[in-house]
């Protein structure tokens, strides 16, 4: 394309999403007297970004605008590994393509792959440098020719966008600290207690085992916000500087060949004294403009978002104009409630009630990510079934700490307050199912999470390694950089036996791949699991969850589990909405629903139906 037609392209884009840009910076900015003018500059930002993207680049955007439900798809499977762990670098990664292919991947979330500092840096969650690869993993040059073999392959590179804060060594902290004109303002930093004692009235401990309250000192004297690790600086957005420069970051990574940025930390993006300086309307119009200037640079990309807050949060960032994909924390969370309660009324409920999404949006649904498991049920939701959310999430986290009697569970602590009883629970899938304990359960309830994740539509996630049922690695604790957080747990080196066990079925490792790489088959060929539509079933059974898909020509797919450790039946007359003749898609047998369907312990059925 020449550069004229470029041109004439950008100002398409501009045409139809500035005006949004405009009227989110005034509502932002309108008070300060730069405000314009950083406009101005953020718009001519993306008008270069434009003219530098690669040809390839822009012609996925065109694709992309073609097919805008793409992501929605039932062929759609994410992956998550950290780089060193799996791959050992870039390079061992483009290596992996080929399994990465066998599995059925169209989505690669690869963890934070940036320059950080040596030592602690929360996981790669202090980034040094937007810029810089870890030299320990490889150059900028290297993610860009790999994110080009992974398009090749149908894989989207996903990439962790930690914009909320950066490290304090990153060239931003070190000039603000300094004083350096342009930069004082970057971040929030304050001269004596004054104002941090006054906005911690009302914010609340991240990391309490690292620092008490939102603030840390500076070895002059000062007090910079961090609200997580202390060598992790909050970054000051109402500054309009703040946002330009995060906006030429991300368009950075965009021009690499990243296709979708997980927006890390969403809830806090935005301060305001007197208030908990979480989900602020502010973090959402931010959101939105940044959103804006994707549209205009790079519209093929996606922001994924990471907010785990209430329910009713979690679902204000998802919009076609903000976050077009969001973790869903809730099910997730759930589906471990309900194997520890062996009751799924928690979790039916939450799919009757919240699990319907604006058009053009998705969830992606896990079954356990890198992070911690925090209950994030709604009290008032608990409150319905007779629950009492606080006594609840104690138990809960004493299941699956191994402290509960009856618990099939191996996880670990995190960040345990003693002042407040507050908890979270780390262990990978297989640890905290069972598997690790020797439980006659644990397998199954690995493959009916997964079995969970995968139907209930949007972008199901595999945290790579639990595909052939990876323990957890206590290692961590006597790695110096690692003891202190308890999440390395679940984080372990890529378990090379498990996989080469793969095709033993006399193993852990190979019975799981088996039985998930069959799900994961059926559902690349089953329509009915495309989008986000679900309608929940009653199966009138307490440890049953059950769903319907629906599909075309008056057939869905029901989707019934049984998280009871003993079989169960949904009886016939509550099937008698349904014709009697139905398809099991795991194994491809015809099922009678007029006799009703057996449950095994554990047990999940993919069921093609007809309504009558």
Known sequence: MNTAGADREFLAHAELHLPRLHELFVRLYGERTD???RLASVVDLARRSWTERPRALKA??????????WFESERMLGGVCYVDRYAGGLSGIRDRIPYFRELGL??????????????NSDGGYAVSSYRRVDPALGTMEELASLAADLRRAGISLVVDFIFNHTSNEHDWARKAVSGEPGFEDFYLIYPDREMPDAYEQTTREIFPDDHPGSFVQLDDGRWIWATFYHFQWDLNYANPAVFEAMAGEMLFLANQGVEILRMDAVAFIWKRLGTTCESLPEAHLLLQAFNAVLRMAAPG?????EAIVHPDEVVSYISPDECQISYNPLQMALTWEALATRDGRLLQQALERRHALPAGTAWVNYVRSHDDIGWTFADEDAAELGIDGYPHRRFLNDFYVGRADGTFARGVPFQENPRTGDARVTGTTASLAGVEAGDAGGEDRVVLAHALALSTGGIPLLYLGDEVAQLN??????RAAEAGDSRWVHRPFRPEQNYADRADAGTPAGRVFSRLSRLLA???VTPEFAGNDLYAFDAR??????????????????VAANVADSAVEIDAVTLSGLAPEALDLVTGAPVWLGAGVTLAAHDVRWLRVRTR
């Open 106 to 119: 169209t989505y690669l979330h690869l963890m934070p792959l940036f320059e950080s500092p040596a030592g």
């Open 522 to 524: 059926v559902r690349r």
């Open 301 to 305: 990309l996606l922001f994924k978002s």
């Open 473 to 478: 690695d206590y290692g961590y604790a006597d």
């Open 541 to 558: 059974v307490r440890s049953v969850v059950a769903f319907l898909r629906p599909g075309e020509g008056g057939f869905s797919v029901l």
């Open 35 to 37: 405000g314009l003018e």
């Open 60 to 69: 996925l955007d065109r694709e992309r605008d073609s097919t805008p439900d």
